[in-house]
């Protein structure tokens, strides 16, 4: 069964920094792209930032510049290092990838596979 395990995360004061982990386990084929997300309360989740297989990354305009996707596929773990932190940023993060995996009779699936969730609070 495949699962993503979130780390980091935390409580850290406007301007400080923290990064995130996330490390995917089990048994797949590949791992495609791979993205952070966020959930601040009451609002809809969003795009934070996603990299795909070949490493071409991709930012939310409102981080760009301050948080740094990477993954490492020797380790199957996608990292989020965020900079310059703002109050604003304080959410749910949650890392996602889209996972493929060898099925009974030959079938190849693809699916997007969620971490649990990892809280980021930023206090002015």
């Known amino acids: 069964q495949v699962q993503l395990v979130e780390s980091g995360g935390g409580l850290v004061q406007a301007g400080g920094s923290l990064r995130l982990s996330c490390a995917a386990s089990?048994?797949?084929?590949?791992?495609?792209?791979m993205g952070w997300y966020r959930q601040a309360l009451g609002k809809q989740r969003e795009l934070v930032a996603s990299?795909?297989?070949?490493?071409?990354?991709n930012y939310a305009d409102s981080v760009k510049g301050r948080f740094t996707i990477s993954r490492d596929d020797a380790k199957n773990t996608v990292y989020l290092r965020m900079n310059g932190l703002k109050p604003e940023d304080t959410a749910v993060y949650y890392c996602?990838?889209?996972?493929?995996?060898?099925?009974?009779?030959?079938?190849?699936?693809?699916?997007?596979?969620w971490g649990q969730g990892a809280q980021v609070t930023v206090s002015s």
């Open positions: 996602a990838a889209e996972i493929t995996t060898a099925q009974p009779m030959g079938v190849i699936l693809s699916h997007l596979y």
């Open positions: 089990g048994s797949f084929y590949s791992i495609n792209e």
């Open positions: 990299v795909t297989s070949g490493s071409s990354t």
